[in-house]
Every structure is written in C-alpha cells, then in structure tokens.
C-alpha cells in the first residue's frame, strides 16, 4: 500500500541563507546591468580631438550595421527589345555601418572589441548642420548611383551620356594649413557660404553647371566679390556677397573658394535605377557597378557565389577608400559572407609606420578569420579579382 501522507521537507537554517544570498546577489546584478544601460557612456569614454587637440567626451562609437544585397535594389523599367536582362544566382552585398549612442554597459562590453571604435560629438557630426549632414550624405548617394550607372552602362557596351549639374557646395576650402596638420584658416567665402548650399545665380547669372560659374568668374580678379543667390537646406534663398580669391593652383584664376559636389547627371539608354532608399554616402559605388553589370551582361561575374564589395567609383572606373572598414569587415563576416573587395588605396591595408598600430592585424581580428580581403584600385581590377575566384569574365553586349 502506497503512503500518500504529504512530506514536510525541511531546509537547514544555513542552506535557507545562502539560498536568500545568491538570490539577492543575482537581483543585485540584475539592477546594476539596468543601471548601467541607462547611463550614458560619457562617464568613462574619451578621445582625443585632433582639431583642438585635446581629450573630449565620447558618447558614440561607430559599429557594424549591415551587408545587404545590391541586386535587390537594381529596378528596371520597360527594356527595349535589344536589351537583355541576365538574372545572376550569385549577389553583390553593399555594407553599411552605424555610430549609436553608448551606454556605460555598451561600452564596457564593447571595449576590447576590434570592430567597435568610439566617437567624439565631433567625429560623428563634423561641424555641419544636421540638415547639412543629410543633404551631403545624400547628394553623395546619388552621385555615386548616377557614376554606378554611367561606368556600368558603358562596360557593358552600351553608350549612356552624360551632363553638367546643378552646383552644389560639398565644402569650403582650407587656404592655409597649420603646423598640427590641420586648417588654421579658409578661404573668405566661409563667412557666406555653408556645405549643401546650392548657387543659384551669380551677379545675377543662372547657373546650370560649375562651368557657367567659371565663366562669370574669368571677368573678375582676387579681390573682388560676387553677389551670389544661394539656395540653403532648411533656410531657403539667400543673397550674399563673397570676396573672391586666387587659385592656390593657378594665381590668375579666381575663385569662391570651395568644392562643388559632382552632380553630373547621366541619360542611359534605357530606364535602369538602383534605389538608395535614405542610405548616404558614396561608399557603395563599386558594390552598385558591379551589380548592374552583371545584370547586364551574360554570365555569372561572382562565379554563383555572394560577394561584398566596398569602395567609391570615379568616371574613370578608378575605386576610392571609404571609412569604417574595420566595422564594415565584421558586418560582412555576420553575414556570412566570406570575400570582401576593398579599395587598395585603404590607409588599413598599409604597412604601418614605427610606433603606429597594425591597422590592417584590426582588420583581421574584427573579420575573425573568416573573410578574405582582396583589394582593388579599379574597375578592371575588381572584375579580373572575380575572374580569379571563378567568376565568368566580362563580355560586353554589343563586342
């Protein structure tokens, strides 16, 4: 016969206390991780600002953020009957990366990670307007698709155009260059004219390209000002005048003193567009080429496999370096993604000088040994780079 009498267990006075110690131990750790996600990581985290030279606050870091697929934004309209789109099995991954707020328990977890670097108020702004921030990243996104398109376009054998565009300010030059390596003073134009500031018209001349600029500019001498009509992000029209000056290249040419955006824009043959969405920067430029031109083109230039790829792409097919690489090969090896091309220019791929870190042991560590970097100044270069890891090899359409 089965005893169903209940039992009462009793436990030792000395088990029940550090039973009560490790529970409020555990609620203590619990507490102190809450604590510790809420304050900001500006407590503990500093860097140097090389401007000021001096030690700041650093409140943000720039960390990995994502590999996504550039195939899955190339749109096409209706093609024409000569046009043939080729469906690739393989993917081109453009990668993105981001610079959050940190908290002291984001930083603390963080801090030993090669792919977490921290940021200053500065690093992460710059010393433009948050309306000035957007619209550069922006116009630079869109530059960086219109020369996708055009370099795409004509490598594989079609024959787009391009045009002169608006002008666009991407920034004021420096004049003169302190001993620290920094700008210690710019060009007058300063005091007028801001970053993302479109001129509209000068001394009353509309303007439709840099070159109509230059024109109203070769009847003037350094010295001289300009009445110029400007059209800023957030603000709208404005009239300033600006004192003009010398070109530091050429002392009989005059200038405003700063560096317009490329705004060309391109007609192609045909309707074909690659959608940025809000993603900013020109740094997917090689990504974007790429992928129209296999998309364009018969064959397979990834071999059927996904391929990362980073870097700016000129007219010329040259590929320039971006920044956050170190985040951007960790972003590629959590995708899963195991060959990254890179521009060849990157200061991380360099030998490193006496007494400077190994930038490119970084670079490794934050990539876990599990991507390959391949390197690449051009556009001839990224496509013998594929050839070589078995990727078909470019023929133009009309060859």
Request: with cysteine; proline share 8%; hydrophobic share 40%.
């Amino acid at each position: 016969m089965t005893d169903t009498t209940p039992h009462i267990v009793l436990v030792p006075p000395r088990q029940r206390w550090w039973a009560w110690a490790i529970a409020g131990l555990g609620l203590v750790v619990l507490v102190a991780i809450s604590i510790a996600s809420l304050i900001p990581a500006t407590v503990v985290a500093e860097k140097e600002n090389r401007r000021l030279m001096k030690v700041q606050a650093a409140p943000y870091a720039q960390v990995p953020a994502s590999a996504e697929s550039v195939n899955d934004r190339v749109v096409f309209g209706t093609l024409p009957a000569d046009v043939t789109r080729f469906e690739p099995d393989g993917d081109f991954f453009f990668v993105t990366v981001s610079a959050p707020a940190q908290s002291l328990l984001s930083w603390f977890a963080g801090r030993e990670d090669p792919a977490i670097d921290l940021l200053t108020a500065e690093d992460k702004f710059g010393v433009r307007t948050p309306s000035q921030r957007r619209e550069a990243a922006l116009q630079q996104m869109r530059t960086a698709s219109q020369e996708a398109q055009f370099v795409a376009l004509s490598a594989a054998g079609y024959e787009p155009e391009i045009s002169l565009g608006e002008v666009v300010v991407e920034e004021v030059l420096c004049r003169t260059i302190g001993e620290d390596g920094l700008c210690s003073e710019y060009y007058p134009s300063d005091e007028q004219i801001d970053p993302s500031d479109t001129i509209v018209e000068a001394d009353g001349v509309p303007l439709n390209s840099v070159e109509d600029l230059s024109a109203v500019l070769a009847e003037k001498r350094p010295g001289d000002t300009a009445d110029l009509l400007i059209d800023r992000p957030d603000v709208g029209r404005l009239e300033v005048t600006v004192e003009l000056s010398e070109a530091p290249d050429d002392p009989e040419r005059t200038i405003v003193g700063f560096r317009p955006f490329d705004t060309r824009v391109v007609t192609l043959p045909f309707e074909v567009s690659i959608d940025t969405g809000q993603i900013g920067g020109p740094s997917a430029g090689l990504a974007f080429t790429l992928a129209l031109i296999d998309e364009l083109t018969p064959g397979e230039l990834t071999g059927g496999r996904n391929i990362a790829v980073t870097g700016t792409i000129g007219l010329d097919g040259s590929v320039g370096a971006i920044g956050g690489l170190t985040q951007k090969v960790n972003a590629v090896s959590q995708h899963g993604v195991d060959v990254f091309l890179v521009p060849a220019s990157q200061r991380e791929l360099r030998a490193p000088e006496p007494g400077e870190p190994d930038l490119r042991e970084k670079l490794d560590d934050a990539g876990r040994g599990d991507v390959e970097l391949i390197p690449v100044a051009d556009l001839e270069e990224a496509l013998a780079a594929l050839e070589e890891l078995g990727g078909d090899p470019l023929v133009p359409v009309n060859s």
